[in-house]
């Protein structure tokens, strides 16, 4: 165990479904991170928190939209996705993200399939 | 564009054998790496770190290497057991930020 959890960790949902992601971390960090990984294709950074205060959004489409209510606590609510959208979403936390050089821990991911 | 990548996608090792698996990066600018080890159905684990201060680093079985002139990465693991056959990926973190680039993987697979 990481230290960081995610529910759920399989999720199906449909094109005009609304759902959310969460994740729990329980290291004491400041920082949290969602990251995109899909077949044979690098993790894509998402979003940053460090502090609670959103300080990256790697272009991604407003279809996905973060929320930070502490820093233990980030949610990633999900709204009329597309297909292309299927992927592992992973969550991660660092001591904090301000100089780099934070190992960052990851939890487990949550499967995601958009029919 | 700034691109970490992973030379061989596959690779199988005889159990007992040493591995290796290679990274290429691309940002010069980039002083901290680290080895993440992911398996099936889990998010990566980080096995490894080292700072672009030194050249090489040593854990309980594995090794990093770091040759700033070519700008090349490897892991090594001594005595590979079936308990390593994962998916093996490097991340660069260029110096003054916070992101890191992630390679893309290598599978690891170890024959019994």
């Known amino acids: 165990e990481t230290g960081v959890t995610q529910t759920p960790r399989h999720l199906v949902m449909g094109m005009t479904n609304k759902k959310s992601l969460k994740c729990e971390q329980h290291l004491g960090h400041n920082a949290m991170y969602w990251y995109k990984q899909s077949a044979k294709k690098p993790l894509e950074l998402m979003f940053v928190?460090?502090?609670?205060?959103?300080?990256e959004n790697n272009s991604v489409p407003s279809r996905f939209s973060p929320e930070c209510p502490n820093s233990s606590h980030l949610f990633l609510h999900l709204h009329t996705l597309q297909p292309e959208d299927s992927a592992l979403y992973l969550c991660?936390?660092?001591?904090?993200?301000?100089?780099?050089?934070?190992?960052?821990?990851f939890g487990p991911g949550t499967r995601l399939t958009v029919l | 564009g700034e691109s970490v990548g992973l030379h061989l996608p596959t690779l199988s090792v005889q159990e007992g054998d040493n591995s290796i698996i290679n990274c290429a990066y691309s940002?010069?600018?980039?002083?901290?790496f680290i080895w993440y080890k992911q398996e099936s159905g889990k998010g990566p684990q980080f096995i490894i770190d080292?700072?672009?201060?030194?050249d090489k680093r040593q854990g309980q079985r594995v090794t990093v290497l770091l040759n700033k002139t070519v700008k090349h990465l490897s892991l090594q693991i001594a005595a590979t057991q079936p308990g390593d056959s994962a998916v093996y990926f490097c991340a660069e973190n260029p110096s003054g930020t916070y992101k890191y680039i992630f390679g893309t993987g290598t599978r690891l697979k170890v024959l019994a």
């Open positions: 928190y460090n502090f609670k205060e959103q300080t």
């Open positions: 991660a936390s660092s001591q904090e993200s301000g100089t780099g050089n934070n190992e960052q821990f």
């Open positions: 080292i700072r672009s201060n030194m």
């Open positions: 940002n010069s600018a980039s002083d901290y």
